[in-house]
């Protein structure tokens, strides 16, 4: 019987969890009943607890409080996702009661996962039942409930598992789109996984990895779904570079997006005559050719983090690479400067595409966050571009209902900066929010303009289905066209012109006056023409605007108003 654990184990009982994460992402995934591709869950847990497994491998822990705050902290930051924000909003409170202590038994355990659950369900706005959270309650009671008779912490564990098991099976009795779909909550299923596995540990079952573990994410490049690792330590090559540039007035807009799509760490300082460049990626032969579009490299460096081993140069040799290492000390401070406030309000917008990126930069927005519909970024990611918009109060739009957690965290973690995050669930209601953004008004009266204006925009949009499924009476196959309005499935079909006559129709009980339609990077201008001259025929009364928006994975998504 084992009754306590300490630093060392906990620290590898949390690696073995994002272990088996990484391993059951795809399965995980599977079950998300709505097959719109989305940031999934199990992508967004597996990301999220690969954020805490990179920073506990930085160094050893001396106390369960420690290693518990390492974890906590680096959940907070890496939280991606409304599944990723509520872990790590229950490790949080896990932390919060482990406070002061060397080792922890299975009644301070125990408490401690209740506490959890507690900075859960007062953290989300409405809790719903039939979710992760009813998995963790249940199963934090039953550990509590074990806990006042017996001080075996595997057993306590144990108990725990078997109770949440069982709320997990309830979850298709409570939720009757699980119910009729056959499968039970996912991010539930993510949260008996990741105790099973430290379970697994104290057992003996499994061992805690020695190398870092591949985290599956989705790439939104192409509107495909392809695999590829995400951490700082899973990026394997440190790569940095400067290049001379064509025209001192070229954007690299569309390059830092490429940039973020296949690594982190990204950082860009560029002057009139060249731009270096600082990333972590496991693909730097790419990154360097495609950088030769704005102008000629001149040099490069690139280690490989995992083996050390000697530097491998790439490029030209044009001068001694020995100034890289200067310029990659300069760029990595520059990562986390805080900018000086030269104005009162400022914002930070969430977006893929190019368009829609350039879209929110007319309109005023000062830093762009890359990500949206297949890559939730993570709190991190935003806190970062908070960080560096000059202004004093920095208004967040997620633009995604999958983000608006993630941004609220950054709410007590920065410092230096006032943030305030207007709910937009999708990219036309941050358009019209930046439409309506008046930075002269008062902090809160910006905040309730918005919010207001928001409500009246209708968001269409026009995807393809991630994966079969039987959703709300629609029988759905995968790869098939859907349309959704307001985030309610409107039907599937394998034929465009019958989706546009079916939105359109939907469409008119709203009775649009000014109908914008943002194409996306699959779709051509003369296609994208089309389809508005379709729903002009359908919507008569309203005026209609083609704007590219280059996103990825939604061939349009439509504003109505």
Not at 79 to 103: P, Q, W, Y
Not at 518 to 532: L, S
């Amino acid at each position: 019987m084992r009754d306590y654990i300490d630093a060392a184990e906990f620290k590898s009982m949390i690696l073995c969890a994002d272990a088996a994460l990484a391993e059951n992402t795809q399965m995980i995934n599977e079950l998300n009943v709505f097959p719109v591709p989305d940031g999934d869950t199990g992508t967004n847990m597996g990301l999220t607890m690969n954020a805490a497994a990179a920073n506990l491998r930085k160094k050893e822990y001396h106390s369960v409080d420690a290693a518990a705050d390492c974890v906590a902290s680096a959940l907070l930051r890496g939280a991606r996702g409304n599944s990723g924000v509520i872990l790590s909003l229950l490790f949080r409170g896990i932390s919060r009661r482990l406070k002061g202590m060397e080792t922890v038994g299975a009644k301070e355990f125990a408490a401690a996962m209740g506490d959890g659950v507690d900075a859960a369900y007062k953290a989300v706005m409405k809790p719903a039942e039939g979710t992760i959270l009813t998995v963790a309650r249940l199963a934090s009671a039953a550990a509590v409930s074990f806990a006042k008779t017996s001080e075996d912490f595997e057993a306590m564990l144990d108990a725990a598992i078997t109770a949440g098991k069982e709320a997990l099976d309830d979850t298709m009795n409570i939720n009757p789109v699980l119910r009729k779909a056959g499968v039970v909550d996912a991010g539930g299923k993510g949260y008996i996984v990741i105790f099973e596995a430290m379970l697994g540990y104290l057992k003996g079952e499994v061992k805690a990895p020695t190398e870092a573990v591949s985290a599956a994410a989705i790439a939104n490049e192409g509107g495909a779904f392809e695999v590829f690792d995400t951490s700082e330590i899973t990026y394997a090559f440190d790569t940095v570079f400067i290049v001379r540039k064509n025209d001192a007035n070229v954007d690299l807009t569309p390059y830092r997006a490429y940039l973020s799509s296949i690594g982190d760490c990204l950082v860009i300082g560029e002057d009139d005559e060249a731009f270096k460049v600082h990333v972590h990626t496991n693909i730097p032969g790419e990154a360097l050719t495609k950088s030769q579009k704005y102008g000629t490299l001149e040099l490069a460096k690139i280690e490989n983090m995992r083996t050390q081993h000697e530097d491998i140069l790439a490029g030209r040799k044009a001068q001694s690479t020995d100034d890289l290492e200067e310029i990659e000390r300069e760029l990595e401070q520059s990562e986390d400067e805080i900018a000086k406030p030269v104005k009162h309000c400022g914002v930070v917008a969430i977006c893929a595409g190019d368009g829609m990126a350039q879209l929110f930069r007319e309109l005023g927005a000062d830093t762009i966050v890359t990500g949206g519909q297949t890559m939730n970024p993570s709190t991190e990611d935003i806190l970062k571009e908070i960080n560096r918009t000059p202004a004093e109060v920095v208004f967040v739009l997620p633009n995604n209902k999958n983000i608006i957690m993630a941004a609220e965290q950054c709410i007590p973690i920065c410092e230096d900066k006032r943030v305030v995050v207007i709910p937009t669930k999708t990219v036309p209601q941050g358009i019209t929010a930046m439409l309506n953004f008046n930075a002269d008004d008062e902090v809160e009266a910006i905040a309730e303009t918005l919010s207001e204006e928001i409500k009246s925009v209708h968001t269409a949009q026009v995807t393809y289905a991630a994966r079969d499924s039987d959703f709300d009476g629609h029988i759905i196959h995968a790869g098939e066209y859907l349309a959704l309005l307001d985030g309610k499935l409107i039907g599937s079909y394998t034929d465009m012109a019958q989706l546009l006559s079916e939105l359109g129709e939907a469409a008119g009980d709203i009775d649009p006056e000014i109908v914008t339609v943002y194409y996306g990077e699959d779709v051509k201008q003369n296609e994208a023409q089309k389809t508005a001259d379709a729903l002009e025929e359908l919507l008569p009364d309203a005026e209609i605007t083609v704007v590219n928006g280059g996103q990825p994975v939604y061939y349009y998504m439509i504003s109505m108003e």
